[in-house]
């Protein structure tokens, strides 16, 4: 049972910037790795980037250089800066986490936050 609050999305024109948040919570030991997920109409949804709990953190190609995750790990939340925005950015952005609770391991994702990147 992992909750998820995100926060940021919007509508941005191309070449602005947007910042994700999204804080993890509910009965979790620790959490391995989080990141993002997006999930543009018509296509398959892909990997953005993620972070482990070292600060280890992998983008998708196409974003490299624009987005930047980074993480708090006391506060189970992780943020993505998105700048240089273009529209081919525009998706639906989930939050995911790779959690250990009582259970055992678990991924996540949260319900999805929407970025539209147009003039």
């Known amino acids: 049972q992992v909750q998820f609050v995100e926060s940021g999305g919007g509508l941005v024109q191309p070449g602005g910037s947007l910042r994700l948040s999204c804080t993890a919570s509910?009965?979790?030991?620790?959490?391995?790795?989080m990141g993002w997920d997006r999930q543009a109409p018509g296509k398959q949804r892909e990997l953005v980037a993620t972070?482990?709990?070292?600060?280890?953190?992998t983008y998708t190609d196409s974003v490299k250089g624009r987005f930047t995750i980074s993480r708090d790990n006391a506060k189970n939340t992780v943020s993505l800066q998105m700048n240089s925005l273009k529209p081919e950015d525009t998706a639906v952005y989930y939050c995911?986490?790779?959690?250990?609770?009582?259970?055992?391991?678990?991924?996540?994702w949260g319900q999805g936050t929407q970025v539209t990147v147009s003039s």
């Open positions: 509910g009965s979790i030991e620790s959490v391995i790795l």
């Open positions: 995911k986490a790779d959690v250990r609770g009582p259970g055992g391991l678990l991924a996540s």
């Open positions: 972070i482990s709990s070292g600060g280890r953190t």
